[in-house]
């Protein structure tokens, strides 16, 4: 049976490199830049060479996107990863930390979602000029204190 992966020698150019972790190749530069690869190798003629542990990060790094982390966040767990000494506590203060970020968000967007099917419920949708959403809209409320 073959594999896609190339041997574990082997060095990829940013568009194999991109291809296999799933990235495109400006996002690939941009965790470059930031430090997330450390360094990487440059082929002869300057090209940039990447090795299957620079994919891993980097499949690292879209798996901790994809699950809403912020940069900042990732950068803090790839240095967890890649620190045998860490402890989970760790991750997971920072796994609750962004689960508490994703619970309040959430319960914005389901206070949201209430207070617009109720002004959808009210407006008639017919020909009259009259809209509880636009009233809504219009409403002059004093600003709310920020938490």
């Known amino acids: 049976m073959t594999s896609n992966m190339p041997s574990s020698d082997a060095t990829l150019l940013i568009g194999d490199a991109a291809r296999l972790s799933g990235i495109s190749a400006r996002m690939l530069r941009h965790y470059e830049d930031l430090g997330l690869l450390g360094e990487v ?3 002869e003629s300057g090209y940039r060479r990447y090795s299957l542990s620079d994919v891993h990060t980097l499949r690292f ?4 996107r994809d699950l809403g982390f912020s940069m900042d966040q990732v950068t803090e767990l790839v240095g967890l990863w890649r620190n045998r000494r ?4 760790s991750v997971k203060r920072v796994a609750q930390a962004h689960l ?3 619970e309040q968000r959430i319960a914005e967007m389901q206070a949201m979602q209430r207070t617009l099917a109720h002004l959808v419920h ?3 949708g017919d020909q009259r000029p009259d809209c509880p959403i636009l ?3 219009s409403r002059i409320d004093p600003p709310k204190a920020e938490a």
Not at 61 to 64: H, N, Q
């Open 86 to 89: 860490r402890t989970s506590a």
């Open 41 to 43: 190798r440059r082929s």
């Open 135 to 137: 009233d809504d809209l």
């Open 100 to 102: 508490q970020e994703l």
């Open 61 to 64: 790094i879209k798996r901790s």
């Open 122 to 124: 009210c407006c008639h």
